[in-house]
């Protein structure tokens, strides 16, 4: 099967890991294997963006306990606020700038196209928070629903789309005059959106859906459902998370969790066209190379990184990098 791959090589990728438990953010060379660096950035790091420059590195920071699926939250200690926000991490220096509010439990965020707003998502009180990344200062806040967590600008910059996991919901929000726009139903609990180039499309990832619903990224309502499909031999049926969109356009990727698997969606046909399984544990951040020869999944169980090749849909390699990786970030180093 072509994926359209680009024929020249790219040198000096690198992979900025965000570990949940250990506080730090990695820098992860794929192609050697190996992690260059580690820097403690606060806790609890998850959301993770490069600036439109690159280079900057935003990091989503938490003072909420870790709670998954079942915890009592009773016996959980008491949340640390003064730890809630975005670390900021100059990648000429490999330093903590400064960390900038970001709301209560922020999670995950996007940037605007031009990188002076960032917009996150506050799983806890139930809404975005809107962020002027120069001043420093949170602009506006927008009620959403329940469990917010992926949020994804539209590539012209007028919308934010921000899944709503409780309400099983993608709701889209006016840039500029920070109203809700539509509320769109998708499959249960969705997790991550990721548009097409133009921006005509999105696909939602719904982890409880085993679905990924297609919306469209002008109406702003759902047009279509791509249903996972659960392979022979496997225990845990699919728990679409991560999404990315390759370099040309063609190809959704999405990450499906405890099922340990990828599913590689055509963007135009909107078909699964390939299952490459046995990528890790629950992968969930997903990332791709820019010339699009590599996919790379952040696997926290496991406590590691995988590098894919797509060509093959063979996992490469799998580089340790400890501490629960959550999200990453890819980019072309020096």
């Not at 060509?311 to 072309?332: D, F, M, Q």
């Amino acid at each position: 099967m072509a994926f359209g791959l680009q024929a020249h090589a790219e040198s000096h990728v690198r992979l900025y890991v965000s570990n949940e438990d250990s506080g730090e953010i990695a820098v992860v060379d794929p192609d050697a294997g190996q992690v260059l660096k580690r820097l403690s950035v606060g806790k609890r790091p998850r959301g993770i963006k490069l600036s439109p420059d690159r280079k900057l590195l935003y990091v989503a920071l938490s003072g909420s306990p870790n709670a998954g699926p079942g915890v009592d939250e009773s016996k959980l200690l008491p949340p640390d606020r003064s730890a809630d926000g975005i670390g900021v991490v100059d990648l000429t220096t490999f330093k903590v700038l400064r960390t900038l509010p970001g709301g209560q439990d922020p999670e995950a965020f996007d940037l605007s196209p031009d990188g002076s707003t960032l917009y996150v998502s506050n799983e806890e009180t139930a809404e975005v928070s809107v962020l002027d990344v120069a001043a420093g200062k949170v602009k506006g806040k927008v009620p959403v629903g329940s469990e917010p967590e992926g949020v994804t600008v539209r590539p012209d910059g007028k919308v934010v789309y921000v899944t709503c996991e409780g309400d099983s919901e993608v709701v889209a929000i006016d840039t500029v005059t920070l109203k809700v726009l539509s509320r769109m139903r998708t499959e249960l609990r969705p997790r991550s959106v990721v548009f097409t180039k133009d921006g005509s499309i999105a696909f939602a990832a719904a982890e409880r859906g085993a679905a990924v619903t297609v919306l469209d990224g002008f109406r702003h309502k759902a047009i279509d459902t791509i249903k996972i499909p659960i392979e022979k031999g496997t225990l845990v049926p699919p728990r679409p998370m991560g999404s990315a969109l390759s370099p040309d356009g063609r190809h959704i990727f999405v990450s499906n969790g405890r099922a340990g698997s990828v599913a590689v969606i055509d963007a135009a046909t909107r078909k699964v066209v390939r299952m490459i399984n046995d990528v890790g544990g629950r992968p969930w951040g997903i990332g791709v190379s820019q010339n699009g020869t590599n996919i790379y999944t952040a696997n926290g169980p496991s406590a590691d990184i995988s590098v894919i090749d797509l060509e093959s849909g063979k996992v490469e390699r799998r580089i340790n990098v400890g501490g629960h990786p959550w999200g990453l970030a890819v980019a072309a180093g020096e």
